[in-house]
């Protein structure tokens, strides 16, 4: 008997060579136990794939359940913690449709995706969309919320034919499992793939958008989750007939509306477009075509003013760094690794910006100030005291001397000393972002 991950590999593999393949006899998968250990091991990293105590007895029922289809999961409530049986099935069911559907979704995906992120997103941008002079900057309404049920297992039958898998999807379905992230996520880019497909195809519409007859004229689209942008090199009244032609499009294929608030066209040259907490706007460069120098406009990702007031705010009164109240209680060491924590995750994330270095260098001032003050407040001390107390010699950030900053030694067991200190590394902008997993600020 194949195991899990076997089969799902070859699901993956069939997907991904014949895009018109349509899989059958799918559920009959659930009868199997190690679906469910795979689910388990891949949902909590833990117990090495092995069941304990009654747990095995807990696989046996469902499988008995699955196969006389009698099986019902509970309704979903986001704060609670679904019952253990529930999580098995669901993740059972995932990973089946992932080994599906993932190897179809297109380049132009990013969200919730293998080796794909916000800044893979925001990567392309920068080297697909130069050029640019107006931007649809698009949003779905109540996404996921508003998922029609029926258009859903509608698409999920073009490539499954497998009554007794789309009936438990649909339970799921009713039962509020659209809220759960994973399945979430994966039913909703199974949902838009018809979008980036529909997108994928407009270049080659001119007949039908005569504007785009015109040299020159290119249409460009990202999408991340239910946030898209569309990128024209061409005429305002082209990239509103686009944005109306995505809205009746959504509504007559998927029964969805685009957030008429969020969803705006922008002149890059006049506004800002707003895209993944990055601010885009464009600047001129030149390039050489045939010995003449012609200028294009490039893209320009920036660190928005608001989100930095709004990440400075808890660490300053009256435009002056303060110590942070609720932090007091944590011991040293927690505090140096929790802001330590912070501005990395903040820099990991608009590392891409061009004045990331200027913006997040204000933000780090305000930081560590507040940092040696709740420590000097921790200890009923002053700021000079905390860093003669506790200030670890390290290079500076352009490589030459030293200087004193905030740190800690812990040894290890094995009785290594390992140095703990705020945050020291340069704030220069990236080209290629590291490939860590970020999460948005």
Not at 6 to 25: C, G
Not at 37 to 42: H, L, N, S, V, Y
Not at 48 to 70: A, C, R, W, Y
Request: net charge positive.
């Amino acid at each position: 008997m194949q195991k899990a991950e076997v089969i799902l590999s070859l699901l993956s593999k069939k997907a991904r060579n014949d895009e018109n393949f349509v899989f059958r006899r799918l559920y009959r998968n659930l009868f199997r136990s190690d679906f469910y250990r795979k689910a388990w091991i891949d949902e909590k990293q833990k117990n090495n794939g092995s069941f304990h105590g009654n747990q095995g007895d807990l696989v046996d029922s469902i499988i008995q359940k699955v196969k006389n289809e009698t099986y019902h999961p509970d309704f979903f409530l986001k704060n609670k913690i679904p019952p253990f049986a529930d999580q098995l099935v669901h993740g059972a069911v995932t990973q089946l449709l992932e080994a599906i559907y993932e190897p179809r979704f297109l380049e132009t995906s990013h969200g919730f995706r293998p080796y794909k992120s916000c800044l893979t997103a925001l990567q392309a941008l920068q080297t697909t969309c130069g050029g640019t002079n107006w931007v649809i900057q698009g949003q779905i309404h109540d996404f996921p919320g508003q998922m029609n049920h029926d258009v859903m297992i509608r698409l999920l039958s073009k490539r499954i034919e497998d009554g007794r898998l789309l009936e438990l999807v649909r339970r799921f379905l009713k039962a509020g499992y659209i809220q759960e992230k994973k399945l979430s996520s994966l039913l909703m880019n199974i949902c838009l793939h018809e979008l980036d497909r529909f997108m994928q195809d407009f270049p080659s519409f001119p007949a039908s958008y005569p504007m785009m007859k015109s040299d020159g004229v290119h249409v460009k689209y990202i999408r991340y989750a239910d946030e898209f942008l569309v990128c024209i090199r061409g005429s305002k009244g082209l990239a509103k007939e686009i944005r109306e032609s995505i809205q009746l499009w959504l509504r007559n294929s998927l029964l969805l509306e685009l957030d008429r608030k969020k969803t705006m066209v922008i002149h890059l040259r006049e506004q800002r477009a707003r895209f993944l907490d990055y601010e885009i706007t464009t600047s001129l460069c030149y390039r050489n075509i045939t010995d003449k120098k012609a200028h294009i406009d490039g893209i320009r990702l920036l660190v928005p003013n608001d989100m930095i007031k709004k990440k400075i705010k808890p660490f300053s009164k009256n435009g002056r760094p303060v110590h942070h109240k609720a932090r007091i209680h944590l011991p040293l060491p927690d505090l140096i690794k929790l802001y330590h924590t912070e501005i990395r995750q903040l820099y990991n994330y608009y590392c891409l910006a061009v004045d990331v270095n200027a913006k997040l260098n204000k933000f780090r001032y305000y930081h560590y100030s507040s940092l040696l003050k709740t420590v000097a407040r921790k200890e009923k001390s002053s700021v000079r005291k905390v860093l003669n107390k506790y200030g670890v010699s390290v290079k500076g950030r352009q490589g030459t001397g030293f200087k004193k900053l905030l740190g800690w030694k812990e040894s290890s067991p094995k009785g290594e000393v390992k140095v703990i200190t705020y945050f020291n590394d340069s704030l220069k902008k990236k080209d290629v972002p590291d490939p860590v997993q970020v999460e948005r600020p």
